[in-house]
C-alpha cells in the first residue's frame, strides 16, 4: 500500500482512541500498518529496479488509496464492526491484487518483483487470517458494550 494509506490508517485509527475500546485489533491495525509502510519501501525498490512504475501497480495502488480513506472514514465513525467488515473485505482485495501482480512479472522476467508481491501477499494473508480469527471477539465486544449502554459501545 502507498504512503498514503498507512497515514490514513495512522490518522483514524490512533489519535483520539476511536477503537481504544478494542485494544488487540487497535495493535494489530497498527501492526499492518507498519508491514504496509515496509511494503511500499520493497516495491519501490522493484519499480526502480525496472526503472519504471507499471500502470498496473499504480491502478492498484490507486484503488487501495481511496478504499483505505473509506475505510479510515468508517472507524471514524464510530462502527468498528463495520470497520473490521471493511478490513476484512480489504484484505483479500490485496491478496488478489498482489497474486496478480506477481504473476505479471513473473511472466515478463522479473523475478525480483515476483518474489516480493509473493512477501508482500503472505502478509496480506495473515492479517486476513488474523481479522478471520477474532472478527467474532469484536463483534462479541461491541454487543455487550452496547447492552450495558455504555457511551464507548460503537468504538
Ligand atoms: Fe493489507
Redesign the pocket.
Known amino acids: ?1 502507498p504512503e498514503s494509506m498507512a497515514t490514513n490508517a495512522v490518522t483514524y485509527t490512533t489519535p483520539g482512541g476511536t477503537i481504544e475500546n478494542y485494544p488487540q485489533l487497535k495493535a494489530r491495525i497498527e501492526q ?1 500498518v507498519g ?2 509502510r515496509s511494503q511500499k519501501v520493497r516495491l519501490e525498490a522493484c519499480l526502480k529496479a525496472r526503472g519504471t512504475a507499471s500502470s498496473g501497480t499504480k491502478d492498484v495502488a490507486g484503488k487501495a488509496t481511496a478504499f483505505m480513506q473509506g475505510l479510515g472514514g468508517v472507524f471514524a465513525g464510530d462502527e468498528v464492526v463495520k470497520g473490521a467488515l471493511a478490513s476484512y473485505a ?2 483479500h482485495m ?1 491478496i488478489a491484487s498482489y497474486k496478480i501482480l506477481a504473476a505479471a512479472a513473473r511472466q515478463l522476467g522479473d523475478q525480483d518483483t515476483a518474489q516480493t508481491c509473493d512477501e508482500i501477499c503472505r ?2 494473508e495473515e ?1 486476513a487470517e488474523w481479522l478471520a480469527d477474532h472478527i467474532d471477539s469484536v463483534v462479541i465486544a461491541y454487543l455487550q458494550r452496547e447492552s450495558s449502554g455504555s457511551s464507548a459501545s460503537k468504538r
Open positions: 500500500m499492518h508491514e504496509t480489504f484484505e490485496e502478509e496480506e492479517m
